[in-house]
């Protein structure tokens, strides 16, 4: 079964791309690692960071397509998941400094000894170990989509009103985790770490690793979201987007099918998330922000919403851009970002992906026509002289 | 009978002057007598200085209160050559001297000539306490009230004398409230009898207030045991009735609070819920409402000081017709190609929006702007237990004002009656000749330019800044939303409960916590009535 679930998932264009993130896994670190710094083909640790970081937002904007292009729900919380996974793996970093804390407290992070806190509040238990913390990067976003799905689908919540009450959850969160109480660092965050898994993380090889491990999670992220549109239950799910009412009255438990993909969306949010803090070195509210969310939708519909492939261009390149046009041009750049959204919903409903691949398909079709075509004139030749 | 009448009208004049003249001498006579006590002043130390102030009260004469507060001010003076005291006031290197007694001008004199007189506190408090007793029968009902009040905020048993004579002969019945009032304080403060003491905590507690309550606490630990109990049950009054007037005082904010979010969502209502346009740069248009007030009070600085208070007036009509003309631009240039992919509006408005927000820091810079508040707007004022400013209690007004305004126009006018058959069914609408694309515009127009004026509200109680618009886009879709999308009467009823609702849980959750259970009670709420609080029925809800 579940080799029919991968072979399914392989279309073309995903085993390729998928091929590809794997190479750019094993060479951008030996780039790093193995070249001399002076060496034309050598990658500076900024730029492998820097791409990795890219690689988690794609995930991000992948998630997010799995429900809005298949399934039409617009969440405009997706980064509130991202978020949770970060601070997940935040808080295991955080344990890991230990005692080289300015504070110098074995058990308290810096910002507890600073509130007066004496001892660890329960939710910090069992982050000291990499397992748990990876699990709740996962758990915590997944279980938060679950119930929250589970009461808005069932109730039948969709569309915009969907959307602003996504918007609404992650308002709320910013809101909490900016907290002093709440026991995540409030205002600043979770910073200053140390190292991961015993390796110092600023290293570059550590800083390699993750982008490989970013990479990896990518393309297998990628592989799984590709089998679940491919299998029966992505069909469901297509029709729950396009004919909701319809699909239910057919019989199809419309709110599971959402949930499920609302749950699954919001797991990979985590791990995109969890992948995300250490190579940025820090995690705070901020990343709750209402405007996050909406950027990760902004990747999504210009790379090509509904193309799996497209929300990993999108990220990248609108995020590339960013980088390129903030520093060179710092009052130019929002204007281009609000730009692109107007020209790309205008212009570019499908994306770049979902352009490209409309061109694709119909210069082979054109083809094929014309190909049917002179097979026919062939035919007919034969028959006009006899 | 000539010679009679006349012998009649002399002799009644005769009367008449004579009387005058003895009236004249004894006010003379009594005149001297003051000269003589004021000029007292200037010899004695602080001991015979107080009695001499107590003497001066004692006369009743409202002719030396100016010499009290000159005094308490440290302005009096006596002239070294005579000994005669004198008013001074600083006129360049000099004093200009003034009478004691009448304020006539006299002259001006070097410094040296003059000796001050000096004024410690036990004398300052016994002028005070004098000058409460002297104003206590100033003819003036206003100093009276004054008088009284000053009393009631400091009392003292010394003024229990003054109180009684006052009582006694006070016709106005304001005044003569908070002199009762004053002088049950001061029995409080004294060592009256017991009985006298327990009707004064009944006429305290009846005044109410936060004063009467530190007055009721001081009293109750001094108090004698017969009194103890009607203290406490008069603080316990009193207690309750300052939790009622801080109930009253949250509500009131909150109701400021909904005031604010129904005017940054009532454009929203429109754009948003009769439209459908998910309409992310509408904080945007709030932001330039608020910069168009900025630049119109920039120019009558410059130009026309003498128009300030008008300003918001004139930038009100200004601002609707430039975020109005932003929002013709918009629709016309971009959501028009847009109808029916709501999610779609979604990004190009967001992007429209962060266009809108670097252009205006590209042209006024990132940092705040100053925008004042017309005299008419500042300032506060007290309605019993709570405290109103002026520009909080206009912008509910005006929120309600554009509230009636727009339901008017789309109840009870032509063009409102055409956009509502654009929503509603838009192929009906043409086919009854209805020009859509031409509604779609002007109605887009409208809530930009409501926002707008929104904005010129905001900018009396907000930081005009680019990043304005960004504070109130979430919370006017959570208006939209709860209330119920293309009501605008749920507008109004969300608009306010939210702003109550926040401002109520706010001193038990605190601010932070308070905006998060609302939020969570908004997303509660959802799931409970998808639609908002008033739902729109019928067909047009499927469209």
């Given amino acids: ?386 | 009978m000539h010679a009679r009448l006349i012998h009649h009208f002399l002799q009644c004049l005769l009367i008449a002057i004579c009387v005058t003249v003895t009236m004249l001498a004894t006010d003379l006579k009594a005149a001297d007598g003051l000269r003589a006590m004021v000029d007292a002043l200037g010899g004695g130390n602080f001991q015979q200085n107080q009695k001499q102030v107590e003497a001066l009260a004692g006369t009743g004469d409202p002719k030396v209160v100016p010499a009290l507060e000159a005094l308490a001010a440290g302005d009096l003076y006596q002239r070294k050559a005579d000994g005669v005291v004198f008013i001074v006031r600083p006129a360049g290197g000099n004093f200009t001297l003034v009478d004691a007694l009448t304020g006539e001008a006299g002259g001006e004199v070097p410094k040296a000539a003059l000796e001050k007189i000096k004024v410690n506190n036990g004398l300052r408090r016994a002028i005070r306490s004098a000058l409460g007793g002297l104003t206590l029968m100033s003819p003036d009902a206003g100093v009276r009230l004054k008088a009284a009040s000053t009393i009631l905020r400091a009392p003292s048993a010394d003024a229990l004398e003054g109180l009684d004579a006052a009582l006694a002969a006070e016709k106005d019945g304001a005044v003569k409230a908070v002199l009762e009032q004053a002088r049950a304080a001061s029995v409080l403060v004294s060592n009256r009898p017991a009985d006298e003491k327990k009707a004064a905590v009944a006429t305290v507690v009846k005044t109410g207030g936060r004063e009467a309550l530190s007055l009721l606490s001081a009293a109750l630990s001094s108090a004698d045991e017969s009194l103890r109990p009607d203290i406490e049950a008069g603080i316990d009054q009193i207690e309750d009735q300052l939790a009622l007037w801080a109930a009253g005082q949250n509500i009131w904010y909150g109701l400021s609070l909904g005031s604010v979010l129904l005017l940054a969502a009532i454009g929203l209502a429109i754009t948003f819920g009769v439209m459908g346009i998910i309409n992310m740069a509408h904080g945007e248009m709030v932001m330039l409402g608020a910069y168009t007030t900025f630049v119109v009070q920039q120019v009558i600085r410059t130009s026309f000081p003498g128009l300030f208070d008008w300003s918001l007036a004139i930038a009100l009509p200004l601002a609707f017709l430039v975020t109005g003309a932003v929002g013709l631009v918009i629709e016309r240039g971009i959501i028009r190609f847009l109808y029916g992919r709501p999610l779609e509006t979604l990004l190009s408005t967001w992007g429209v929006s962060l266009i809108l927000q670097q252009a205006v820091r590209s042209i006024f810079g990132p940092t705040n702007q100053e925008v004042g508040n017309p005299s008419w707007m500042s300032g506060a004022f007290e309605l019993g237990g709570l405290t109103i400013t002026w520009n909080r209690m206009w912008i509910i007004v005006f929120s309600l004002a554009v509230f009636a305004s727009l339901l008017f126009l789309l109840k009870k006018t032509p063009m409102g009656l055409q956009m509502r058959a654009v929503t509603q069914n838009r192929r009906m609408a043409a086919s009854m000749g209805i020009r859509t694309p031409w509604i779609d515009a002007l109605t887009f127009a409208l809530g930009s330019g409501i926002a707008g004026i929104a904005g010129v509200a905001l900018s009396q109680i907000d930081n005009v800044s680019p990043n304005l618009g960004q504070g109130y886009i979430i919370d006017s879709f959570m208006v939209v939303v709860f209330g119920g999308v293309g009501n605008l009467w749920g507008t109004l009823v969300g608009a306010f409960t939210l702003g109550i609702l926040n401002k109520v849980l706010e001193p038990y959750a605190g601010a932070v916590l308070g905006k998060i259970l609302v939020l969570v009670l908004i997303i509660l709420f959802i799931q409970k009535r998808p639609r908002g609080l008033f739902a729109l029925k019928g067909r047009a809800v499927e469209a």
Avoid at chain 1, 26 to 42: F, G, R, W
Avoid at chain 1, 210 to 225: G, K, T
Avoid at chain 1, 342 to 365: D, M, N, Q, S, Y
């Fill in chain 1, 1 to 386: 079964m579940i080799t029919s679930f991968v072979l399914k998932a392989l279309d073309r264009n995903i085993v390729v791309v998928a091929a590809l993130l794997l190479a750019l896994a094993a060479l951008v670190p030996a780039l790093n690692l193995l070249t001399a710094p002076d060496h034309a083909l050598h990658v500076p640790t900024y730029i492998v960071s820097l791409t990795g970081k890219y690689l988690t937002y794609a995930l991000l904007a992948l998630a997010l397509d799995l429900v809005w292009g298949f399934c039409g729900i617009l969440s405009l919380g997706h980064a509130a998941f991202f978020a949770l996974g970060g601070y997940a793996m935040g808080m295991y970093l955080m344990r890991q400094i230990g005692a080289r804390g300015s504070y110098g407290n074995p058990l308290l992070p810096d910002f507890m000894v600073f509130l007066n806190w004496k001892e660890l509040p329960w939710f910090w238990y069992g982050f000291d170990m990499f397992w748990f913390a990876a699990l709740m990067a996962v758990l915590v976003p997944g279980l938060l989509a679950f119930v929250f799905g589970w009461f808005a689908f069932r109730s039948r919540v969709n569309g915009v009103y969907l959307s602003i009450i996504t918007q609404a959850m992650t308002f709320a969160l910013l809101l909490a985790f900016f907290r002093n109480d709440m026991g995540f660092g409030g205002n600043n965050g979770l910073t200053d770490f140390k190292d991961i898994l015993g390796f110092n993380i600023q290293s570059d090889g550590t800083r390699s690793a993750l982008f490989a491990a970013s990479a990896v999670a990518l393309a297998l992220s990628l592989v799984i979201a590709s089998g679940i549109v491919r299998s029966k239950y992505g069909k469901v799910l297509a029709g729950v987007r396009d004919a909701e009412s319809r699909t239910r009255f057919l019989g199809y438990r419309v709110e599971h099918v959402k949930l499920f993909a609302f749950t699954v969306s919001a797991m990979m949010a985590g791990v995109a998330g969890a992948l995300y803090v250490p190579q940025v070195g820090i995690i705070n509210p901020g990343e709750f922000e209402p405007a996050n969310s909406i950027e990760v939708v902004i990747w999504t519909a210009v790379g090509g919403r509904g193309t799996l492939i497209g929300p990993i261009v999108g990220a990248i390149l609108v995020n590339g851009g960013k980088s390129i046009f903030t520093a060179a041009f710092p009052e130019f750049w929002l204007f281009a970002l609000g730009g692109l959204f107007i020209l790309v919903t205008l212009f570019l409903p499908k994306g770049i992906v979902g352009t490209a691949r409309h061109a694709v398909e119909r210069c082979r079709e054109h083809g094929r026509a014309r190909k049917a075509e002179e097979a026919h004139a062939h035919t007919a030749e034969p028959q006009a002289a006899e």
